[in-house]
């Protein structure tokens, strides 16, 4: 039976579209009567049993080796794309990691949407997501990856553009598809290029090619450039990271599955891309460079904002680096059990977010505070989540984080630094969140404030109860480092950059000792931070800008140079065809003065080769 | 006497008569004219008839045909002269300019 559903395991996906399609009735221009409930309950049944199927299937694949299904697709010349699954314990675990995030979302949006009437559009945009998630983990080839990241890039712009009236959702939507566009184009041009050295883009092909190839370094490079360009905008990277912050605009559950698993769709392109990145020593620099860079800035901007929702995408932002981090030092397990730590953790996060912006209104976070008496759940499930992020020993993240630190103890301690570094600001960070809004006094906004309904709240108690579950999960996959080889120096630097993270931010945001709002010494670097570095204005000024003048001054190239130079050869016969009927003088003499100079210009013409013969004008009569 | 002499004497009568043709305001010194060219073709037809074909003159019988058509043609083109004139007035060609662009 498990077999069955081991082999059938491409089902997963196709639950979900199948969900997504049926949903589409419900739009509000098709059935007009019944309301858009019915939607939301079809997909919430099919993600269910995707992830019935998933865990049924992840049982069968335990400890066995990794099997291939190859399902053809399209076979031309000497081309041969056909669409490998990988069925291993990790792909099959990963879509029961999406499934089982989707199914929280859901049923998160079952009552965070209750006084919307988009459920058809809302829930079939989830189900695409989660189709193309599932589809992501388990294809096998770099072509169908980047067919699917492609895919989910159009669904994120949909997605955040759900609510198409407000303006800023709409130049976010825009936003979050141009940045993530650039990426994944630049990811083609690896992609192609790859092809022209390896012959396949299967993932274990290409490992095994990387094993033993020797490619010209500047080419495969330039290779591995744009094979990391793609997730860095996809995993929102310096500096292709505003998306991710615009992206905030749209509505909370869908932010739940994004900050979680779709941002993590590039860092697992990136995971399965380990093989070739090794090839290039300047790649996998780049990958650390860029992912400290971000790390280190993401966090500390997530400090500087107001925004809840800001303040914990740009922590997202803060762990993809951690993760590019971990490929660009070859630790592919640290970057996996990092996705899967994160992602948990991160969800947990924005649901107990999401319930308090529900029925507080405001997301600023200067207007809320004292929720901890009233909000007991949704303030233990961010505390659950704050724990299960940082670096705090029994939980997930921490042994994520502990393995990526050890490996880099020995070869590069700076990038434990810059682990150590995130993890506090992060700690700090997480704790003035929640000091923000649950310590403190009640402010205006926060006066009345009960516990969401318990759609909201079941979900977000059984992600608690898994998040605070996962060491034990971890503990019998055997995933968790053995206690004997356990470097101490490593964790207890990990654990006490938590704790002095979380403590600074605890003595600043729930001790009374400095007035609120805090101000730093310096303005401009508080709003350096709170304006993400003027990262818009910088997009404005460089790209934006230059492809803005260069499309004008295309336009204005075609309007009067090409299209002038046409209307010219039209002018020009206008022209012609109005001063020369002048000619037409009216003058019979006129005319009969054309003839004879038309006849004695032909006679000279047609004489002329007789002139010499006769040379009248040195004969003489 | 040479062919040329007459020839020349022709072409001189028709360049005269052409000058007429262009630059006369009146459209019957128009008409007079065109006379002038057609006297000077008849000169050319008698020269040619008279020096190079003087066995079947059959120049002098084209000259006799020009002569009956140039009577022909100047009494419709006075005919033509006399009904514009009735309708507007004058014979002035410079007046008759109405069929432009």
Redesign the interface.
Known sequence: MAQLFLQTIWFVPCYALIGAVLTIPWSPGIIRRTGPRPAGYINLLMTFLAFVHGVIALQATWNQPAQQIIIPWLQVANLDISLPLEISSITVGATVLVTGMNLLAQIYAVGYMEMDWGWARFYSLLALFECGMCALALCNSLFFSYVILEVLTLGTYLLVGLWFSQPLVVTGARDAFLTKRVGDLLLLMGVIALLSMTGTWNYWELADWARGAHPDPKVITLICLALIAGPMGKCAQFPLHLWLDEAMEGPVPSTILRNSVVVATGAWVLIKLEPILTLSPIAMSALVLIGSVTAVGASLIAIAQIDIKRALSYSVSAYMGLVFIAVGTGQNDAALLLVLTHAVAMGLLIMSVGGIIWNNITQDLTQLGGLWSRRPVSALAFLGGTAALIGCPPFGSFWALLNLADTLWATQPWLVAIVLVVNALTAFSLVRVFGLIFGGKPQQMSQRSPEALWLLVVPMTLLLGFTLHLPLVLESLSLLPNWANLNDDVAILLFWSSVFGCTLSGIIYLGNFIPKPVRLPSTALQNLFAYDFYTPNLYRLSIVFAVDRVSKITAWVDRFIVDGFVNLVGLASILGGESL??S??????FY??TI?IGVSILGAFLSFPHWSAYNIFNSGF | MQLEYFLLLAAALFCIGIYGLITSRNAVRVLMSIELLLNAVNLNLMAFSNYLDAQEIKGQVFTVFVLTVAAAEAAVGLAIVLTIYRNRDTVDMEQFNLLKW
Do not use: V
């Open positions: 009927k002048y037409t003088s009216g003058q019979s003499q009969a003065l004879l």
